[in-house]
């Protein structure tokens, strides 16, 4: 069976950190409090620009990593929750800025499991045969949609992207092989944005309400993070007739050390098989996991071949897992 690959990647973070001690400034909270609860230490904010500002430079270094002209592209898929606009898509707006001439696409709302679901979309596409190089982006600009007065949410989150190229594999033993995805909408509430979409949209009413920002049950996202993050990769181990033993790296969304360090006890996984740069970067929901594959690979602790698990979990509820070998670096 022919297989799709990862094939190269990138990331952006903006300049600007935001540490801890910032919040401490201006919110009923503490450093100590945010690291305990959270394992976060830091985060970036972009001063302008929207999510396709962000996805660009991580989609050029993508695209210079495989030595490919944009022009090379025939599809973009951006994973976000704050697209530059209701419309055009973002991948639009990114495809113009990339010089992407022959590609088509669109964005995937998919919030924190946002990235996965693309993931999954564009391997089916390039195995399908409907397109052959599939640039796949999660990119979240957190801050425009995060209260900075609620201190339960605004301490958690961060603005970045990661992006990925995807493309067929000419090599049998690296690639996508597995995936698990599922939603259950009944979590609709527990982490979501009242306004602004068709069913309230945006008024003077709803803005001085303040309901275009995140409302999260934090205590029940992180349980059902817990159990529906653990049980998709238990799922896909056994669909891929894998062991952990097997797995070099495990990938999962960051939304908080707590939450990764439960997953990982319930499977039985060390932490040094766990990528976590949570601490640096906050929750930057779509852009989470392929940051992390894009810093992991530029450190050089990817290697070719790595059996590597990536898992997320996130608002509506969605989960998604996929086992991949890792194809760079032959
Ligand atoms: O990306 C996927 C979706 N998101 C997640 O996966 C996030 C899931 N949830 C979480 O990560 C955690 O639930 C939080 C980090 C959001 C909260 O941690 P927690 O340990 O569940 O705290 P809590 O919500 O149970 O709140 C405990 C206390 C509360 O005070 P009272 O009511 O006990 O007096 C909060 O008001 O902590 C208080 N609190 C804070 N205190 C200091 C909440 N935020 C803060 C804060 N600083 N920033």
Not at 45 to 51: Q, T, V
Not at 72 to 97: E, F, G, H, N, Y
Not at 100 to 119: M, P, Q, R
Not at 276 to 284: A, F, K
Request: proline fraction near 4%; include cysteine.
């Amino acid at each position: 069976m022919p297989k799709a690959a990862i094939t190269a990647t990138g990331h952006y973070v903006p300049p600007d950190v935001y540490p801890n001690a910032w919040f401490e400034q201006r919110l009923d909270t503490t450093d100590a409090w945010i690291r305990s609860r959270t394992g976060i230490a830091e985060r970036r904010f972009a001063s302008e620009g929207g999510a396709s500002d962000l996805a660009l430079p991580a989609a050029r270094r993508c695209l210079e990593m495989r030595g490919i002209e944009a022009a090379a592209l025939d599809c973009i898929i951006v994973a976000t929750m704050t697209p530059d606009r209701p419309i055009p898509s973002t991948a639009a707006i990114l495809q113009a800025k990339l010089g992407a001439i022959n590609a088509w696409g669109f964005d995937l709302a998919g919030a924190c499991s946002g990235f996965v679901y693309a993931l999954v979309t564009a391997t089916k596409l390039v195995e399908g045969g409907a397109a052959r190089r599939v640039l796949v982006c999660g990119a979240d600009r957190m801050s425009s949609v995060v209260d900075p007065t609620d201190r339960a949410t605004a301490v958690l989150f961060g603005d970045g992207a990661g992006v990925v190229l995807v493309e067929m594999s000419e090599d049998d033993e690296v690639g996508v092989f597995e995936h698990v995805c599922h939603m259950d909408g009944e979590g609709a509430t527990a982490l979501y944005v009242p306004a602004g979409g068709s069913l309230i949209p945006a008024d003077a009413e709803s803005v001085a309400q303040r309901r275009h920002f995140v409302v999260q049950d934090g205590a029940t996202v992180f349980r059902a993070a817990v159990v529906g993050m653990a049980e998709v990769i238990a799922e896909l181990l056994k669909r891929a007739d894998l062991t952990l033993e097997d797995v070099a790296w495990m990938v999962p969304h960051q939304a908080n050390r707590r939450i990764i360090e439960a997953v990982a006890r319930r499977l039985g996984l060390p932490l040094e098989r766990v990528v976590i740069n949570l601490d640096r970067y906050g929750n930057t929901v779509a852009a989470t996991i392929p940051l992390c594959l894009s810093e992991w690979h530029d450190d050089g602790r990817l290697a070719y071949g790595d059996r590597i698990v990536l898992a997320a979990f996130g608002a509506g509820f969605t989960s998604g897992a996929v086992y991949l070998r890792w194809a760079i670096g032959a």
